[in-house]
């Protein structure tokens, strides 16, 4: 027991490792605060775009989509962060998640806004161009809102999904939380800052688990 | 010709040459190959298992002993909300101070299979809530025992609904195979980063990611058609 204690709740090295896995939950938030808009945005032009009803529209986009989400994520980091020098072109670990996570998820939002404007009902943009609004108008006031608030929950699970998977930044040497807490446990041989990240983890993402939780029991009770 | 068009030419050739190698994926071929082969055991082993225990898990939920499923409730949110890279990292560096050293492909086999479980638990505890609490009474007023009715009246319609989302989880978790790459487990991306290490050249990582859609496209695709099939939403 003592042992396990020193190995992973060691409160020395826990008071050592703080500041570095301090700027490491910075460098965590920072990277979510870049990486969520860009995949929205991405994903929200894909969602429009698949709206289109012609077929050289529709099947490149299809295409797209499932490429991205057949790619492990962490080999498209791989392939930006290790191929593209060989063009002469290095991006750096920041920027290289920035674009990896952009395309991977401009995918996963895409679907998921998709399924969004495909369930509010066609008569509402009819109503919505009736009174004057343009066709841009009425996807921003009219559709886009009742399209959010309806994939909501899918929305939030993608975004959980998103904050962790910034954890990937280590293998590139972004200096996030696990990246930071490696460092710390590779210079302590000591567990005790990898238990911190994880804590740490739990504690920022624990609420949106436990809402997305009610609402995905929400979304399906009485189906039957 | 124009200088231009020759620069260019020359330009597509020295990019040819640089990702798309001949030599180099011929040589590094096996490797990949290998890599694959490690890739589906290791996702074969996380479906089967992951979605295996989730199951039991939210059977055993459904028997509704408090202290029980508060445990069941706090390890599901708990590995809901870890990235499933510190897992890896946490059982793979963490364990050996512990008295365990765990390989790569275990670390990275019981970190997903773990999360697998956690996220199908949710799937198909959210399936059985699902079930309208007449169907229960009806069930038992016909005289079937409690295990009856989860197994003949509650499964059968609970599990419809979970396949969509199932399936999804499914693939984003068997995707993250590629993370035992940081626990030097040899599936496709570690074979293939070494390669490139080795020969000064990104072609072998042009062969992986074409390894993997090999693999995980025709996955998406039947995906693609389960979902259509049994819509989440109406």
Redesign the interface.
């Known amino acids: 027991m003592e042992e396990i204690v020193a190995n992973f709740f060691n409160a020395e090295i826990a008071t050592a490792a703080l500041p570095l896995v301090a700027s490491g939950i910075l460098n965590t938030i920072l990277l979510s605060l870049m990486v969520i808009p860009l995949g929205l945005a991405a994903g929200l032009v894909l969602a429009v775009l698949a709206q289109s009803k012609n077929p050289l529209v529709r099947w490149p986009l299809m295409a797209w989509v499932d490429f991205f989400r057949a790619f492990p994520p962490l080999v498209l980091l791989v392939l930006l962060f290790a191929g593209l020098p060989f063009m002469g072109l290095e991006l750096g670990g920041f920027a290289c998640v920035a674009v990896a996570f952009m395309l991977n998820n401009s995918a996963y939002y895409g679907e998921v806004l998709r399924a969004g404007i495909d369930s509010v009902p066609n008569g509402q943009i009819e109503a919505a161009r009736s009174t004057g609004l343009s066709s841009t108008q009425a996807m921003t006031y009219v559709v886009l809102p009742q399209a959010v608030r309806n994939v909501l929950p899918d929305l939030l699970s993608n975004t959980l999904e998103v904050v962790k998977l910034t954890s990937l930044g280590s293998v590139v040497a972004v200096p996030e939380l696990l990246f930071a807490a490696r460092q710390a446990q590779s210079t302590t041989f000591n567990a005790t800052p990898i238990v911190m990240a994880a804590v740490i983890y739990y504690a920022m993402l624990w609420p949106l688990v436990r809402l997305l939780s009610r609402l995905e029991n929400r979304a399906l009770a009485g189906r039957h | 010709m124009h200088s231009g068009a020759v620069l260019a030419v020359a330009g597509w050739n020295k990019?040819v040459e640089?990702?798309f190698n001949a030599q180099v994926m011929a040589k590094y071929l096996p490797d990949i190959l290998y890599g694959t082969l490690v890739t589906v055991e290791l996702a074969v082993l996380i479906v089967i298992a992951g979605i295996g225990f989730g199951l039991v898990l939210a059977l055993v939920r459904a028997l509704a002993i408090r202290p029980l499923n508060w445990l069941i409730v706090f390890v599901v949110?708990?590995l809901?909300?870890?990235?499933?890279?510190?897992?890896i990292?946490?059982l793979y560096?963490?364990l050996p101070?512990?008295g365990w050293s765990p390989s790569g492909f275990m670390s990275t086999w019981l970190s997903l299979t773990l999360v697998l479980m956690a996220f199908s638990e949710?799937i198909f505890?959210?399936?059985i809530?699902?079930?309208?609490k007449g169907?229960w009474e009806a069930a038992r007023s016909t005289g079937l025992s409690f295990g009856q009715t989860l197994i003949h009246v509650v499964l059968p319609?609970a599990l419809r609904?979970t396949i969509a989302p199932l399936t999804n989880r499914t693939?984003?978790i068997t995707?993250?195979?590629?993370?035992g790459?940081?626990v030097a487990l040899h599936e496709?991306?570690g074979m293939a980063?070494s390669a490139?290490s080795n020969s000064y050249?990104?072609s072998p990582?042009?062969l992986?990611?074409a390894a993997?859609?090999v693999?995980?496209?025709p996955?998406?695709?039947v995906?693609?058609r389960i979902e259509t099939k049994f819509a989440w939403?109406k």
Do not use: C, M
């Not at chain 2, 809901?80 to 897992?87: D, F, K, M, N, S």
């Open positions: 990019f640089t990702f949110d708990l809901r909300a870890l990235p499933p890279l510190v897992i990292v946490l560096f963490g101070s512990a949710e505890w959210a399936g809530t699902s079930v309208h169907q319609q609904l693939i984003a995707k993250g195979t590629a993370l790459t940081v496709i991306l980063s490139v050249n990104p990582l042009i992986g990611a993997y859609l693999l995980f496209i996955v998406v695709v995906a693609r939403k």
